[in-house]
């Protein structure tokens, strides 16, 4: 027998091989990374399990590291998808020109304390109070500045602990965010927030005695929890686990001087007066928004998506992947939104999305 | 061929009577005004598209300022800084190198301030950082500052006495219509390049033009004038020669007698910048300097009604910037009411041009001022009105003001400081007028939401009032009137510290 095999043999070898590889290609499961906010995280977790039925084929990973190491690990290439509360900078945006920052849903983000005596009560609180909170200015409960917006309360006197979130968190771009636009007007104090600290992912906070630091928003509202007198901002998607643990959620003045809860009236009322100015990049912030009966602190939640994937299967997964959690027979369902206190994408703003996912390839 | 013969007189006779003196025909017939040499015409065109590019460019980093702020996370502390680098580099300017024109020539400063301009000009468009970003600001404000007296003197020294007003003025002018021009293309930019890096593209569009100018610059004589104050009697001969040329030739030959040096300390002066608050310049440094200072309060004044003259005429800005395209905007929205001002000036110093040499510029320095006032007290009357009727007043008495101050002191304070001074120090003289006056504005510019907040709009405005009176009054009690003076004799006679009457 001749060591070497005749042409047809080799040829016939070749074919297995390749229908092999191909057959191996087709039954490997495709995994798409997903890590960043820790706000979308409890519906993001959600999405995936019921996407799962729909394309057992795609495997997603989830992780709950943060906003800004969510729009880090995007940018780098680490994560297929990067999630965030606060969309990229201008600059972040100008050195990454392939990454889409696609809006999934509407969130919001309360101001939580825990005050013993007032369990079960209400807090009213606002823009200037919370800077100078945060500033060390104002550091009683009963200080005057908050008992002049909580007429007939019965405030403690006792030291407010400021609780921060340590990590790069979307939920400080929006909380910091709201500290600047309040304090923007001339009755925002002498120094407006904007002018000392301004508003990003992480800021340097002022330093206040016996301020302390949380990580994620779970951290957060166990801090606050476990620390009579703190006050913090939460994500809405914990608000539950905020009122099981006691805590006041605090009505907030809005831009237009009313105290309110983040109710689905209140922050589809935000959401409708400020969508419209959604630019196509979908960069755009929502505090603060204007109109009586608007919450301050709504925000779109993020996917941060380069649009160059490394081949058509990847970019398809995760288009299909994307459109579907922003349909409102997918993941903008109510089913979905309601328990974690999202409200669905607009018509407008999920066909831009659309747009923008389209782009992926 | 130039006629060597000359008569005693001719002997005497200064550069600013040769440029001043209306050409004869052989036949006798005598031009009824004096016609601009190709020189002269050269020599105003490169000083007027200085004051336009100036005006180009600072009304290109008010617009650039919020998307560079943005770009390098300027925070309000530091763009106040930002305005300091460039008042810093305007007192630098004006001080020291609009001084050093005395010494080094107006025409080596002429060209060494637009090289500075430009290549800082250009720098700017490559700005990475908030250090950078100051240091070209201020590189441009030393510019800024130096041409406040050289381009007067390089003008007013090369041309008739008769139209120095309205040829001074007119470049002045320019510098608004830089501004008009600036609104265009920063407009432009921001319809074309609609992002953070738009004012690169702005700076950018000034750089290639600026250069032309800066190479025109060499191509000039130096003021005859400056060189026979120096003693250099045959290098102002030569350069006088240069600026005079005509076909037919007149003056046919140019003979000036040597002159002691102001170096000398005899005839028309020259010597330090103390010598300015000497018994021998003090009513010339002060009728330059203080209503200045007075009208500049005033412009500050006004301004707190800016907003709402804008908000009225060309709409809100967004009520927070929310987005990149907020932020454009409001840059579109920012260029459009700069433009709708800027021609409101534009008319109060056409009006200037046109009357300057006729009715004098102390009497229009002095009616500015009333008119000024008058507008700051019809805007006062807003502070207890509602509605129409006190979107009316203030309207009424901006424009009122806008109108007077550029007819008068805006317009008047420049001429007048670059023509009380004799030519050996007119550079010193000019330049610490323009820095005085800066002085001035940087401390109202601090003091007056300090002021705003403990007395009032009203009462800071019937203080303005009151500081509009007083530069009526002070221009009135040190007056020197120049319109149509020879510069030689303004010197002559702001040596003997007498006021000069109009010859014109």
């Given amino acids: 027998m001749s060591r070497h095999l005749t042409p047809r043999i080799r040829w016939a070898g070749y074919v297995v091989v390749a229908a092999a590889a191909f057959a191996t290609a087709q039954s490997a499961p495709l995994t798409i990374a997903e890590s960043g906010s820790t706000l979308i995280y409890p519906v993001f977790q959600k999405w995936v399990e019921a996407y799962a039925k729909s394309d057992p084929a795609l495997r997603i990973t989830v992780a709950a590291t943060g906003s800004g190491a969510g729009i880090a690990q995007a940018v780098a290439g680490h994560v297929q998808i990067g999630t965030s509360d606060a969309y990229m900078s201008d600059n972040q945006a100008m050195a990454s020109p392939d990454i889409l920052n696609i809006p ?93 600290v301004g508003y990003s992912t992480t800021v340097k906070w002022p330093p206040v005695s016996g301020a302390l630091t949380a990580t994620g928003n779970e951290g957060m509202v166990q801090t606050i929890a476990h620390t009579p007198y703190a006050l913090g901002y939460v994500g809405a998607s914990f ?49 603060l928004a204007p109109g009586a009966n608007s919450y301050p602190l709504i925000n779109y939640e993020y996917a941060v998506v380069s649009d160059k994937q490394p ?35 607009p018509t407008s703003i999920r066909a831009r999305s659309e747009i923008q996912i389209a782009r992926i390839q | 061929m130039p006629d060597v013969s000359h008569s005693k007189s001719e002997q005497v006779r200064t550069v600013q009577d040769y440029i001043d003196e209306g050409p004869i025909w052989p036949d006798g017939t005598r031009l009824p005004s004096v016609p601009m040499t190709q020189m002269q015409r050269l020599i105003w065109m490169l000083a007027a598209a200085g004051k336009f590019f100036e005006g180009f460019v600072v009304f290109m980093t008010g617009v650039a300022l919020p998307l560079i702020a943005r770009q390098f996370g300027i925070s309000p502390t530091q763009k106040g ?225 800016t907003p709402t003259i804008l908000a009225t005429a060309i709409g809100h800005k967004a009520e927070h910037v929310r987005s990149l395209t907020d932020l454009i905007a409001n840059e579109r929205l920012a260029a459009r009411g700069d433009a ?79 023509e009380v001074f004799p030519t050996a120090i007119r550079g010193k003289g000019a330049g610490f007028a323009a820095a005085f006056a800066k002085i001035g504005a940087v401390m109202t510019a601090f003091l007056f939401p300090i002021l705003l907040a403990t007395i009032g709009t009203r009462f800071l405005l019937y203080g303005l009032i009151v500081a509009f009176v007083l530069g009526a009054i002070v221009t009135w009690f040190f007056r020197i009137e120049t319109t149509g003076v020879n510069l030689d004799r303004i010197g002559e006679e702001a040596n003997e510290g007498a006021p000069t009457t109009a010859a014109a």
């Fill in chain 1, 104 to 196: 999934l849903a509407i969130s919001a983000q309360t101001v939580d304390a825990n005050i013993p005596e007032l369990r079960g009560g209400t807090l009213k609180l606002s823009g200037p109070v919370l800077a100078d909170i945060y500033s060390g200015k104002i550091r009683s409960w009963d200080a005057a500045p908050i008992a002049e917006i909580n007429r007939g309360v019965s405030l403690p006197h006792h030291a407010i602990v400021p609780v921060r979130r340590a990590e790069g968190a979307g939920d400080t771009f929006i909380f910091t965010q709201y500290l600047t636009f309040s304090t923007e007007s001339p009755d925002g104090g002498t120094q407006s927030w904007g002018d000392t």
């Fill in chain 1, 239 to 287: 608000e539950d686990e905020a009122s099981q643990a006691g805590l006041i959620t605090a009505m907030l003045r809005n831009q237009a001087g009313n105290f309110l809860l983040p109710t689905p009236a209140t922050v589809s009322n935000a959401a409708s007066e400020l969508t419209p100015r959604t630019p196509a990049d979908e960069r755009l912030t929502l505090v």
């Fill in chain 1, 311 to 345: 081949n058509a299967q990847s970019a398809g997964a995760i288009s299909n992947f994307l459109l579907w959690c922003i349909s409102p027979q997918g993941g903008n369902a109510s089913s979905f939104l309601d328990p974690v206190h999202f409200i669905p994408l």
């Fill in chain 2, 81 to 305: 800084m930002v305005a300091a680098a460039s008042l810093a580099g305007i007192l630098v300017g004006a001080l020291g190198l609009g001084s050093l024109s005395d010494t080094f020539g107006r025409k080596s400063m002429f060209v060494v301030e637009m090289i500075i301009f430009t290549a800082f000009l250009a720098a700017a468009v490559f700005c990475t950082s908030f250090v950078s970003l100051i240091i070209c600001l201020f590189g441009l404000g030393i510019a800024l500052g130096c041409d406040y007296p050289t381009a007067h003197m390089i003008i007013s020294e090369n041309i008739p006495s008769t139209s120095r007003g309205k040829l001074v003025l007119g470049a002045f002018a320019f510098q608004a219509v830089g501004a008009l021009g600036g609104a265009a293309v920063g407009y432009a930019v921001l319809m074309a390049v609609p992002n953070l890096d738009a004012w690169r593209w702005m700076y950018a569009t000034a750089v290639v033009p600026a250069l032309l100018v800066t190479v025109g610059r060499f191509f000039i004589t130096e003021s005859a004038n400056w060189l026979h104050t120096r003693g250099n009697t045959e290098r102002a001969t030569e350069a006088a020669r240069k600026l005079l040329v005509r076909t037919p030739q007149y003056p046919r030959n140019i003979v000036l007698a040597p002159r002691p040096t102001a170096a000398s300390g005899h005839g028309h002066g020259g010597g330090s910048f103390l010598s300015l608050f000497g018994r021998r310049y003090r009513r010339a440094t002060i009728l330059a300097s203080v209503p200045w200072f007075l009208q500049d309060l005033g412009t500050y004044g006004i301004g707190i009604f």
């Fill in chain 2, 340 to 418: 709708m001002i800027t021609t409101l000036l534009i008319i109060g110093i056409v009006c200037a041009v046109l009357l300057a040499d006729k009715l004098g510029r102390i009497r229009l320095q002095i009616i500015g001022f009333i008119g000024c006032a008058v507008g700051l007290f019809i805007a006062s009357l807003s502070v207890d009105a509602a509605g129409s009727l006190k979107i009316a007043l203030i309207f009424t008495g901006f424009m009122l003001f806008d109108f007077m101050t550029n007819l008068g002191p805006n317009a008047q304070t420049y001429l007048l400081a670059g």
